[in-house]
């Protein structure tokens, strides 16, 4: 099979290539990434001399470039996304057109050349929950609440409605934080590691009891490629780690494990429309598929502060280059909310 994976170069996206290529060794992967500030190739070096992998720099808003990949593949595996809620609210304008204008791109390509289509989106399109309230389901209605997760539920109807419309072979899945190796140090958990470790405090928004759920890289991985091999076409899985978790909780375990005191922590100002809980029921995806997470939440942990641990080099890198600006800029915003 030969599979073009959108984004690649991504945190989740270069996970799931390795994964792919660890499992699937004979099966051809196109890997087509923009190489924008989280994009690093660095993330597949170790396979980067695979001759069953092939990498091609391109922006999923081409439309010419997007047919050109698209032609000769059995499967799409859409990571491509600006995903940062942080970013979104600071300019919507890049989310509308990759995660919008890209994925309508890689559907009109996918109908042309009849290619079976895997869309990954999240937990957020499905806006916030109350302590009380049930997990999100495939049932739960929509309601996204920042420029990012309404921009990752049009794609999601978009997806939808190629297939009851023009009968494109298409499955979708919803998942919820994903934590691990190569993850970009704008997130919680790579930025609160890297601060820890260079000893700078951890900037907690508003009172920390904001609730997620947590899922490993690989865990998420392997929920798609079941999702390829046994899910039912036209149909939405859920991919939870059943870690729910406070980021108060979540920072003062990242504090413990690290060796640090609680000094470390800066309160700032809350993020401005910031959803209070996620929580995914993945019952779906047990009963159909067979999947239910396998990576218990510490020890994930503990091995994903010993990958930053290990690699520092990669995470100032990240910090630098195209990056830099925004990254002062960001935390220069995050200072003054203190």
């Excluded at 509308?96 to 791109?105: A, M």
């Excluded at 997620?212 to 392997?222: A, E, G, M, T």
């Excluded at 859920?238 to 609680?262: V, Y």
């Amino acid at each position: 099979m030969k599979i073009l994976v959108t984004g690649g170069a991504g945190f989740i996206g270069s996970n799931f290539i390795h994964y792919w290529l660890q499992n699937h060794p004979t099966d051809d992967i196109i890997n087509f990434d923009k190489l924008t500030y989280a994009g690093n190739l660095e993330n597949l070096s170790e396979i980067e001399k695979n001759s069953h992998y092939n990498f091609v720099k391109g922006d999923v808003c081409d439309r010419e470039q997007v047919l050109d990949v698209v032609k000769d593949t059995d499967l799409i595996v859409h990571f491509a996304a600006e995903s940062h809620v942080d970013r979104s609210i600071m300019d919507p304008s890049d989310f509308i057109r990759t995660n919008i204008l890209g994925t309508q791109i890689l559907l009109d390509s996918a109908r042309e050349y009849e290619v079976r289509f895997h869309h990954i989106s999240t937990d957020e399109v499905f806006g916030a929950l109350k302590p009380e309230d049930p997990a999100f389901n495939e049932k739960t209605p929509y309601d996204p609440k920042s420029p990012y997760s309404a921009s990752k539920a049009a794609s999601d109807h978009l997806v939808r409605a190629y297939h009851h419309t023009y009968g494109l072979k298409t499955t979708i899945s919803n998942c919820s934080n994903n934590y691990g190796p190569y993850q970009f140090p704008e997130k919680i958990i790579p930025l609160f590691i890297s601060n820890l470790i260079e000893g700078i405090k951890v900037p907690v928004y508003g009172d920390g009891n904001q609730v997620r759920d947590w899922i490993h890289v690989d865990d998420h991985s392997r929920g798609i490629e079941l999702i390829i091999e046994k899910g039912e076409i036209g149909e939405t899985y859920c991919l939870g780690g059943d870690s729910e978790i406070s980021n108060l909780e979540l920072t003062k375990t990242l504090i413990k494990l690290l060796g640090k005191d609680e000094s470390c922590i800066e309160f700032v100002k809350d993020r401005p429309g910031h959803d209070r809980r996620y929580a995914i029921d993945f019952s779906k995806a047990t009963n159909e598929l067979g999947w239910k997470p396998e990576i218990n939440f510490e020890d994930g942990l503990k091995s994903t502060i010993h990958w930053y641990k290990n690699n520092q080099e990669w995470v100032e890198r990240c910090k630098s280059g195209d990056y830099q600006g925004y990254y002062e800029e960001w935390y220069s915003t995050l200072s003054s909310r203190a």
